[in-house]
């Protein structure tokens, strides 16, 4: 634990400096009702894993940052590469702390022999505020017990469904009930995901608040360029999983193929279905119809979807869907199961909802295609919709 957090590996203390929103603009100002707090963003789930709850945790971490706020992340250790203390860009600083991991990054629940580095942690850094992320992550259930002990006050933000009825949700709903009988407040992502949670965790519903996701739009624009004359492509970016519906997509990619000559997919993900795919490809023979390009770095995610004209999502359960504002900021016309938070994403303009049935994706695959066809979408139209709806500065604004 010394090595851990040893002065040597901390290096020299650093002063706050202004920090600007990385255009030369000067750095937002903080309100004057609003007092600084030290905050501690605690989750399994941060970079360099990627997804949705990573992501998340460091772009309110960032906007925090900008508006005056001290912030540390702590998370665990993803040797060898990823221990000790590294620092971020505008001064986020990240403790990547000696934890065992389970499969995909998750760690067992311990309770205490973590206590004495967390303790370590939140006094070296005054933190006044320990703000948990994700139902799943033992870390963060862990930091609010601990942090309340210390008389730290605690936050809670919840970003998945999970059901009632199989053994892992009903653990994990146990869990969920005895950490948050004592925190201050809980975020979900959706009005959807706060009834869930309410209900599995028995949390007063006045004490729950919905802020959305967000999206830097500005990485997500269109290409003005037409992706492929000639054709329509269908966009599929996802972890190719159960949860996803993958299985949905298998069945319906045959019949959307059969009904229309000019559609092509692209189908960009990894994951334990994949040779679910190909086995279908090779099936009904859609080598040059269907392509899969297989895991796409977070970077290379816009490239990817303009690609296309259409974002297909055929989720099974989805608490917001970060992936289908990305594909609407990109210019596609989305369409998607009507699962979870997903109806509150998007305007009917630019979304097309069918239910998770396979007879009813193909129906609104085709009614999507007739609306592409016409020339009624406009990809910069939906950028500019999405970039007014959703962005990161009104998601740290509300949270404070």
């Given at each position: 634990?010394?090595?851990?957090?040893?002065?040597?590996?901390?290096g020299p203390?650093?002063t706050?400096?202004t920090?600007?929103e990385?255009?030369?603009?000067?750095s937002?100002?903080?309100?004057?009702?609003?007092?600084?707090?030290?905050?501690a963003?605690?989750?399994?789930?941060?970079?360099?894993?990627?997804g949705g709850v990573e992501?998340?945790?460091?772009?309110?971490s960032?906007?925090l940052l900008r508006?005056?706020?001290k912030?540390?992340v702590i998370?665990h250790?993803y040797?060898?590469?990823?221990?000790?203390?590294?620092?971020l860009?505008?001064?986020?600083?990240?403790?990547y702390v000696?934890?065992?991991?389970?499969?995909r990054?998750?760690?067992?629940p311990?309770?205490?022999?973590?206590l004495?580095l967390?303790?370590?942690?939140?006094?070296r850094?005054?933190?006044?505020?320990?703000?948990?992320?994700?139902?799943l992550?033992?870390?963060?259930h862990?930091?609010?017990?601990?942090?309340?002990?210390?008389?730290i006050?605690a936050v809670?933000?919840?970003h998945?469904l999970?059901?009632?009825a199989?053994?892992?949700s009903?653990?994990t709903?146990?869990?969920l009930?005895f950490?948050?009988?004592?925190?201050?407040h809980?975020v979900?992502?959706?009005?959807t995901?706060?009834e869930?949670?309410?209900?599995?965790?028995?949390?007063?519903?006045?004490d729950v608040?919905?802020?959305?996701n967000a999206?830097v739009a500005?990485?997500?624009?269109?290409?003005?360029?037409?992706?492929?004359?000639?054709?329509i492509t269908i966009v599929?970016?996802?972890r190719?999983v159960?949860?996803?519906?993958?299985?949905?997509?298998?069945?319906?990619?045959?019949?959307?193929?059969?009904q229309?000559?000019d559609?092509?997919f692209?189908?960009g993900g990894d994951?334990?279905?994949?040779?679910d795919?190909e086995?279908?490809r090779?099936?009904?023979l859609?080598?040059?119809r269907?392509?899969l390009?297989?895991?796409?770095?977070?970077?290379?995610?816009?490239?990817?979807l303009?690609?296309?004209?259409?974002f297909?999502?055929?989720?099974l359960t989805?608490a917001?869907?970060?992936?289908?504002?990305e594909?609407?900021?990109a210019?596609?016309?989305?369409v998607?199961?009507?699962?979870g938070?997903v109806?509150?994403v998007?305007?009917?303009n630019?979304?097309?909802?069918?239910e998770?049935?396979?007879?009813?994706?193909?129906?609104a695959?085709?009614?999507?295609?007739?609306?592409?066809?016409?020339?009624?979408?406009?990809?910069?139209?939906?950028?500019?919709?999405?970039?007014s709806f959703y962005t990161?500065?009104?998601?740290?604004?509300?949270?404070e």
């Open positions: 634990m010394d090595d851990v957090l040893s002065p040597n590996i901390l203390s650093r706050r400096a920090i600007g990385g255009n030369g603009k000067s937002q100002k903080q309100p004057a009702s609003l007092r600084r707090l030290r905050i963003m605690i989750s399994d789930f941060f970079f360099p894993n990627v992501g998340h945790i460091y772009m309110v960032q906007q508006r005056g706020h912030v540390i998370t250790a040797p060898p590469h990823r221990t000790g203390i590294r620092w860009p505008n001064g986020l600083k990240v403790y000696p934890y065992e991991v389970l499969a990054q998750d760690t067992l311990n309770f205490f022999s973590l004495p967390y303790r370590q942690i939140l006094f850094e005054r933190i006044e505020l320990v703000h948990g992320h994700q139902a992550s033992s870390m963060a862990e930091g609010i017990l601990h942090a309340r002990s210390m008389g006050r809670f933000t919840d998945s999970f059901g009632f199989d053994a892992a009903i653990m709903n146990k869990l009930k950490v948050l009988s004592d925190v201050e809980v979900c992502v959706s009005h995901g706060k869930n949670t309410v209900l599995r965790a028995a949390v007063d519903p006045k608040s919905v802020i959305p999206v500005s990485d997500f624009t269109p290409d003005p360029s037409a992706p492929h004359p000639g054709r599929v970016l996802s190719l159960y949860r996803k519906g993958v299985d949905l997509l298998i069945a319906a990619i045959p019949r959307i193929c059969a229309h000559s559609i092509h692209l189908i994951g334990p279905k994949r040779i795919l086995q279908m090779e099936k009904y859609l080598h040059d269907v392509e390009v297989g895991a796409i770095r977070p970077s290379d995610a816009r490239d990817h303009v690609r296309g004209h259409l297909l999502n055929t989720s989805e917001f869907g970060t992936c289908i504002i594909a609407a900021s210019g596609l016309f989305v998607s199961t009507r699962v938070g109806p509150e998007l305007p009917s630019l979304v097309e909802l069918a998770p049935d396979e007879d009813d994706v193909v129906r695959v085709d009614h999507a295609l007739v609306h592409i066809r016409s020339g009624a979408h406009s990809p910069q139209a939906a950028h500019d919709a999405v970039k990161w500065s009104d998601v740290a604004e509300r949270l």
